[in-house]
């Protein structure tokens, strides 16, 4: 029987609402992926998209608070193209990776902890080679619901390769990329690499630095191979207020001769909101996950300006130690007075690290440099040996990175990283020197630039949000080092610990007793500066760097620091065995 027209009118209607409702649907999962897909694309000059940002949160509406693609954790390189978070559905490819995952777990059970080195190289080139962690920041205020997008360590695990040993000669070797491959293709050639062709990766952490870009201009204006440089920068801002590090003053097709433009293949940039900055060590963690097999590492601050030559001077100097183990670190000379217009150095002083004691601090007592000695150096012809290292300034082998990560279970911290790196080094076999000559200098907020500097905003403007955070972060720091045997070991995480923890070569009791450090009580044997900077402990100690050239052999040395000012205080000798 038919329907009377008016029900037939009825349903015709009731079809068309669903039909066009079904297309609204449709259409709005349409504008929010060409939403996303609009956020990936290039971005000149790094337009505000704060409109995109509001719309990009609305769709990330899962159980975890994952970052709002491309907004908080950003992969740029010279402001062209960003690197997004790969699609959740499969490909063919990831079914073939998947049969083949029980092949590749039973081959890495016996594979080289080494990956095949590289050049030229970027974190850029590696689609799917990033990890989601919780932040620490947040995971540390009981927020493990907030999840970030970071680069996976080239060697994921330290242990692998130092195995609580000293590294061999032959592994160090193996560590190390060149510009140019031998005959058989391969870029790790070890010492038979060319010194000019040894490839140099560049740390920057910067924290809404206006002089970042300064920095890494610097860098490439003033090396003498800027082709074997790769820089790599944590950039911490708030877009559409801060200038991004990799950002041209002018538009490169404008001035493609500006090094942001010329080297941009060779910088990359992982940019992350500044409101998520938990501090230095975070921050310097994720530099350390973007190095990727380089000869040497250095570590800089984002307000340095460099030298003419400086990868030539600088690698001369660590060489010149013949200590594959050597790590040259210092408190950079301030800028003023110390340079000229042509990037040449005014000076003929340099610091020294060795004037360290304890202060107080996130509810602990821990050690902290102040300001160290600068003079004309007491040994010529090498950099000269010092007890502890500096985060403002550091120059190594590649390894040292891969060896000794930064901590990412550290936030909030600021006094204390250098304990942390430099202590845990010790024991890895690492031998810390101060450069001979400076090859850059550090724009202080003194003087001219204090009123410019004083401007540039600070991390812990976010110390409200991880309120008490540092307090625990610093009773790991500290207990992973053995400095506070008085804190019960469920004061803080141990996750990771053997990851982020000590070497086997050396305990860090040895380096307390040599150098007059009582984590008892609290207190330093005084004027130690006076055993390290008229060159005794390099005079002495360095008598006893291996012969295979793979750190100092402190099992000779049974030297212990006394105050050579305190007559109650008797000083020994004897300082070897």
């Given at each position: 029987m038919l329907a009377p027209p008016s029900r037939l009118a009825s349903t015709s209607g009731n079809n068309n609402r669903i039909g066009l409702?079904?297309?609204?649907?449709?259409?709005?999962?349409?504008t929010v992926g060409l939403i996303e897909t609009v956020w990936h694309l290039p971005t000149p000059n790094h337009r505000k998209r704060s409109w995109l940002r509001k719309l990009s949160s609305i769709s990330n509406s899962g159980n975890k608070k994952q970052l709002p693609v491309g907004g908080n954790i950003n992969i740029a390189k010279s402001g062209l193209s960003d690197l997004g978070i790969d699609d959740a559905e499969g490909t063919d490819d990831d079914e073939e990776k998947e049969s083949s995952s029980a092949d590749d777990e039973q081959d890495d059970e016996n594979a080289d902890p080494i990956p095949a080195a590289k050049w030229p190289i970027s974190i850029r080139d590696e689609d799917g080679n990033f990890e989601e962690v919780i932040h620490p920041g947040h995971k540390a205020k009981g927020h493990p619901d907030v999840t970030m997008m970071v680069p996976r360590f080239w060697i994921n695990d330290p242990v692998s390769v130092h195995q609580n040993t000293l590294m061999t000669r032959d592994l160090a070797m193996k560590i190390g990329s060149c510009?140019?491959?031998d005959a058989n293709n391969n870029y790790a050639r070890g010492d038979g690499c060319d010194?000019?062709?040894?490839?140099?990766f560049v740390a920057i952490a910067s924290y809404r630095d206006w002089q970042c870009r300064d920095t890494v201009t610097s860098i490439f204006k003033r090396a003498m191979y800027p082709q074997r440089v790769r820089v790599g920068v944590v950039d911490q801002i708030v877009e559409g207020e801060d200038g991004p590090c990799d950002a041209p003053y002018k538009p490169c097709k404008d001035d493609p001769e500006q090094e942001l433009c010329k080297?941009?293949?060779q910088l990359d940039v992982f940019q992350v909101d500044a409101p998520l900055s938990i501090g230095p060590v975070f921050a310097r963690h994720l530099g350390h996950r973007m190095y990727r097999g380089e000869y040497y590492y250095?570590?800089?601050d984002a307000h340095v300006t460099f030298t003419k030559g400086w990868d030539v001077d600088i690698i001369s100097q660590q060489e010149a130690t013949k200590n594959d183990m050597a790590v040259l670190s210092t408190y950079l000379t301030d800028i003023e007075g110390s340079i000229n217009a042509s990037g040449d150095s005014l000076r003929n002083t340099r610091p020294i690290m060795c004037n360290t004691d304890y202060e107080n601090g996130q509810n602990n007592r821990y050690l902290r440099h102040g300001s160290q000695p600068e003079a004309f150096p007491s040994i010529h012809g090498s950099p000269q040996l010092e007890p502890y290292w500096a985060a403002g300034y550091s120059f190594s082998r590649g390894h040292f990175v891969v060896n000794v990560p930064y901590d990412f279970y550290q936030p909030m911290i600021f006094q204390g990283e250098e304990m942390s790196i430099g202590i845990r080094g010790f024991t890895i076999g690492y031998d810390f020197y101060a450069p001979e000559r400076s090859v850059c200098f550090h724009h202080y907020a003194e003087g001219k630039n204090k009123r410019k500097r004083d401007r540039v905003p600070h991390y812990w403007e976010n110390s409200n949000q991880f309120n008490g955070a540092g307090v625990r972060a610093m009773f790991r720091l500290l207990g992973i080092v053995h400095m506070n045997p008085e804190i019960s070991r469920d004061k803080w995480d141990h996750s990771e610990e053997e990851h982020y923890g000590l070497g086997g070569v050396r305990t860090p009791e040895l380096f307390y007793e040599v150098f007059g450090v009582d984590v008892v009580n609290k207190k330093t044997e005084?004027?130690?500066?006076?055993?390290?900077?008229?060159?005794?402990?390099h005079k002495e100690f360095t008598k006893f760097i291996r012969p295979d050239?793979?750190?100092?052999d402190y099992g000779k040395i049974s030297f212990r620091f006394k105050d050579p000012l305190n007559p109650t205080k008797r000083q020994p000798q004897r300082l070897h065995r």
């Amino acid at each position: 029987m038919l329907a009377p027209p008016s029900r037939l009118a009825s349903t015709s209607g009731n079809n068309n609402r669903i039909g066009l409702t079904l297309i609204a649907i449709v259409l709005c999962i349409y504008t929010v992926g060409l939403i996303e897909t609009v956020w990936h694309l290039p971005t000149p000059n790094h337009r505000k998209r704060s409109w995109l940002r509001k719309l990009s949160s609305i769709s990330n509406s899962g159980n975890k608070k994952q970052l709002p693609v491309g907004g908080n954790i950003n992969i740029a390189k010279s402001g062209l193209s960003d690197l997004g978070i790969d699609d959740a559905e499969g490909t063919d490819d990831d079914e073939e990776k998947e049969s083949s995952s029980a092949d590749d777990e039973q081959d890495d059970e016996n594979a080289d902890p080494i990956p095949a080195a590289k050049w030229p190289i970027s974190i850029r080139d590696e689609d799917g080679n990033f990890e989601e962690v919780i932040h620490p920041g947040h995971k540390a205020k009981g927020h493990p619901d907030v999840t970030m997008m970071v680069p996976r360590f080239w060697i994921n695990d330290p242990v692998s390769v130092h195995q609580n040993t000293l590294m061999t000669r032959d592994l160090a070797m193996k560590i190390g990329s060149c510009v140019h491959p031998d005959a058989n293709n391969n870029y790790a050639r070890g010492d038979g690499c060319d010194v000019k062709d040894r490839t140099i990766f560049v740390a920057i952490a910067s924290y809404r630095d206006w002089q970042c870009r300064d920095t890494v201009t610097s860098i490439f204006k003033r090396a003498m191979y800027p082709q074997r440089v790769r820089v790599g920068v944590v950039d911490q801002i708030v877009e559409g207020e801060d200038g991004p590090c990799d950002a041209p003053y002018k538009p490169c097709k404008d001035d493609p001769e500006q090094e942001l433009c010329k080297y941009k293949s060779q910088l990359d940039v992982f940019q992350v909101d500044a409101p998520l900055s938990i501090g230095p060590v975070f921050a310097r963690h994720l530099g350390h996950r973007m190095y990727r097999g380089e000869y040497y590492y250095m570590q800089s601050d984002a307000h340095v300006t460099f030298t003419k030559g400086w990868d030539v001077d600088i690698i001369s100097q660590q060489e010149a130690t013949k200590n594959d183990m050597a790590v040259l670190s210092t408190y950079l000379t301030d800028i003023e007075g110390s340079i000229n217009a042509s990037g040449d150095s005014l000076r003929n002083t340099r610091p020294i690290m060795c004037n360290t004691d304890y202060e107080n601090g996130q509810n602990n007592r821990y050690l902290r440099h102040g300001s160290q000695p600068e003079a004309f150096p007491s040994i010529h012809g090498s950099p000269q040996l010092e007890p502890y290292w500096a985060a403002g300034y550091s120059f190594s082998r590649g390894h040292f990175v891969v060896n000794v990560p930064y901590d990412f279970y550290q936030p909030m911290i600021f006094q204390g990283e250098e304990m942390s790196i430099g202590i845990r080094g010790f024991t890895i076999g690492y031998d810390f020197y101060a450069p001979e000559r400076s090859v850059c200098f550090h724009h202080y907020a003194e003087g001219k630039n204090k009123r410019k500097r004083d401007r540039v905003p600070h991390y812990w403007e976010n110390s409200n949000q991880f309120n008490g955070a540092g307090v625990r972060a610093m009773f790991r720091l500290l207990g992973i080092v053995h400095m506070n045997p008085e804190i019960s070991r469920d004061k803080w995480d141990h996750s990771e610990e053997e990851h982020y923890g000590l070497g086997g070569v050396r305990t860090p009791e040895l380096f307390y007793e040599v150098f007059g450090v009582d984590v008892v009580n609290k207190k330093t044997e005084q004027h130690l500066c006076q055993f390290v900077e008229t060159g005794k402990m390099h005079k002495e100690f360095t008598k006893f760097i291996r012969p295979d050239g793979m750190g100092i052999d402190y099992g000779k040395i049974s030297f212990r620091f006394k105050d050579p000012l305190n007559p109650t205080k008797r000083q020994p000798q004897r300082l070897h065995r």
